[in-house]
């Protein structure tokens, strides 16, 4: 079993940046990838990148390469999703996502956090 706690979101100006964190807890964590998914009102969920115990991150979907970065810490457990120029359009829930094997499918995760609302005002 793996826990996963997000913090960090909340409401930011377009071109603005928000930092995420998810705090990983449970055993072996080393074996897990943990990833960032996220899903707008009305729209399917959308993967965002996922990393394993020694990265780099993968799997950045082109509407926020060069945008998003996601990395972990293992001495801290975390996992972190850094957002830069921020559009409106990336307005959503984001999740923390965990799985013992690696997908790029917004269902090849089995463990989820609670999820936080990110907010992008134009």
């Known amino acids: 079993q793996v826990q996963l706690v997000e913090s960090g979101g909340g409401l930011v100006q377009a071109g603005g940046s928000l930092k995420l964190s998810c705090a990983a807890s449970g055993r072996d964590l080393n074996t897990y990838w943990l990833g960032w998914i996220r899903q707008a009102p009305g729209k399917e969920r959308e993967f965002l990148g996922t990393?394993?115990?020694?990265?780099?991150?993968?799997g950045y979907p082109d509407s926020v390469l060069g945008r998003f970065t996601l990395s972990r810490d293992n001495d801290r457990k975390t996992v972190y999703l850094q957002m830069n120029s921020l559009k409106p359009e990336d307005t959503a829930v984001y999740y923390c996502?965990?799985?013992?094997?690696?997908?790029?499918?917004?269902?090849?995760?089995?463990?989820w956090g609670q999820g936080t609302q990110v907010t992008v005002s134009s």
């Open positions: 996502v965990a799985d013992l094997h690696f997908s790029k499918s917004t269902n090849g995760y089995e463990f």
């Open positions: 990393v394993g115990w020694s990265g780099p991150a993968v």
